[in-house]
């Protein structure tokens, strides 16, 4: 794919998300911590398929579809894709990956990357302060909607800041590494999938798992960018 059709590509799937600050709260620590939000660029939907085979040539996917999410992907996959998709722009690095131990992370950096999770929470919740940014039949695909499959991204209604599939469809990994001092490397993601129950589809849900081994069918991600 040429740079300039990547352009419009990304011309057309990144929104802008205001400046803010949201708390995260984690069940198994007991913990709630505030984090300041500086204005970023976020994905309208998750990654797709198309885009994935565009700029890496490779179709990992359970369910096949050009418009469906990318899935089946591990952490490691989709960091390596922001830094492929970032070096054909001609913008720089956000990940330096040395070895799954030695991952590091360029927070200044031009290029493309996964959102933090305070991002991703923040982003998903748009304003708002409840666990869902709409009925749930309307805003997600999810067990009860999903006839067991991914779907085409966009399908469902938009939150408030305009990004569809925040919730159901794929989970969405994060740049954030989850606790090392318990879980070393594992990282973060959010979201919920096509296969959770109603519960396990909301904005403040925490999941975790290894970096590079662990991919599955109902796990993808979403790309953000700093505002430069």
């Known amino acids: 794919m040429h740079s ?3 352009k419009t590509i990304h011309d057309d799937l990144m929104l ?4 803010g600050s949201i708390t995260l709260n984690d069940d198994r620590l007991k913990q709630k911590w505030t984090v300041d939000i500086e204005p970023f660029l976020m994905a309208k939907h998750p990654a797709t398929q198309a885009l994935y085979f565009a700029v890496t040539g490779k179709s990992p996917n359970t369910f096949k579809g050009d418009n469906k999410p990318v899935e089946t992907v591990s952490w490691k996959d989709a960091a390596l894709f922001c830094n492929t998709l970032s070096e054909m722009l001609n913008l720089e690095t956000c990940y330096i990956i040395r070895s799954e131990k030695e991952i590091g992370f360029n ?5 493309y990357r996964l959102p933090t999770e305070a991002e991703w929470e923040y982003a998903c919740k748009a304003g708002s302060s409840d666990v869902r940014y709409g009925e ?3 805003i997600a695909w999810y067990k009860k909607n999903s006839n067991q499959s991914t779907h085409d ?3 469902k209604e938009p939150n408030a800041w305009g990004l569809h599939d925040m919730l159901g469809n794929v989970w969405e990994w994060c740049s954030d590494i989850y606790d090392e001092t318990v879980y070393g ?7 919920g999938g096509w296969c959770d129950e109603e519960r396990g589809c909301m904005a403040t849900n925490r999941r975790r798992s290894h970096p590079t081994s662990f991919k599955i ?4 991600f979403r790309l953000a960018r700093n505002l430069v």
């Open 185 to 191: 490397s594992y990282r973060i993601f959010r979201g």
């Open 217 to 220: 069918d109902d796990l993808g």
């Open 107 to 111: 927070t200044k950096a031009n290029g």
């Open 16 to 19: 802008p998300i205001p400046a």
């Open 153 to 155: 991204v966009g399908q």
């Open 136 to 138: 749930i039949d309307q």
């Open 4 to 6: 300039q059709e990547l």
